[in-house]
């Protein structure tokens, strides 16, 4: 057994070594504002996943640009993806977002595989999505520009190791191997991506 004092001198050294307090989540409450503010392009900037088949594509994926264009029902977007997964770009442009305004989660479908999330939103230039699949952790960050500042970056990567993930687990994207973008060479008015 200790005694007391070397108890006392070992106790700023036990609570030096706890992790920081790490603030939750908060998700956003959808309103009439914001789907609206979802549309658009964004520039996907890194993540983590233990979810497999998520974990599987963020280890091969380079660079990825997506956008949110409304559906044919008023609960539903469409979304392309265009990406470079290791040396070969791929353009997706079958999925579908559903919106649950009740719950405010949103819900991505493709081949019949749904993965679900919530919008955290500091900021109306970033889009931070806490992802819900099967009780494995996930969080993304995509921004309207691939220049996100060092600030924003530190605190995404201090939420990511709040959530128990370690650098070897954060994966990035490179504008360095970015694929060609088709709704770059159309007006700004546009509202959907025009595939050629």
């Known amino acids: 057994m200790l005694p ?28 009439n504002t914001t789907i609206p503010g979802l549309l658009g392009h964004w520039v996907y900037i890194m993540g983590s996943s233990r979810y497999p088949p998520h974990l599987a594509e963020m280890k091969a994926l380079k660079h990825a640009v997506f956008s ?21 770009c791929v353009v997706r442009n079958t999925s579908k977002i559903h919106v649950f305004s009740e719950n405010s989660t949103l819900a991505h479908v493709e081949n019949n595989v749904i993965s679900t999330a919530k919008v955290i939103q500091p900021d109306k230039d970033l889009l931070i999505l806490n992802h819900l699949n099967s009780g494995f952790p996930g969080l993304s960050l995509s921004a ?36 060609p973008v088709p709704w770059e060479k159309t007006g700004e008015g546009d509202t959907e991506p025009h595939l050629e």
């Open 68 to 88: 949110f264009y409304p559906g044919s029902h008023k609960d539903e977007l469409n979304v392309t993806e265009i990406m470079r997964m290791n040396e070969t």
């Open 4 to 31: 007391p004092l070397a108890l006392l001198l070992a106790l700023p050294l036990a609570l030096a070594a706890e992790p920081p307090t790490c603030a939750p989540l908060v998700p956003v409450t959808f309103d």
């Open 144 to 179: 309207r520009t691939p220049n996100v500042s060092k600030e924003h970056l530190e605190e995404f990567r201090a939420q990511l190791h709040c959530l128990g993930f370690t650098d070897d687990e954060i994966f990035f994207t490179s504008e360095k191997v970015a694929c």
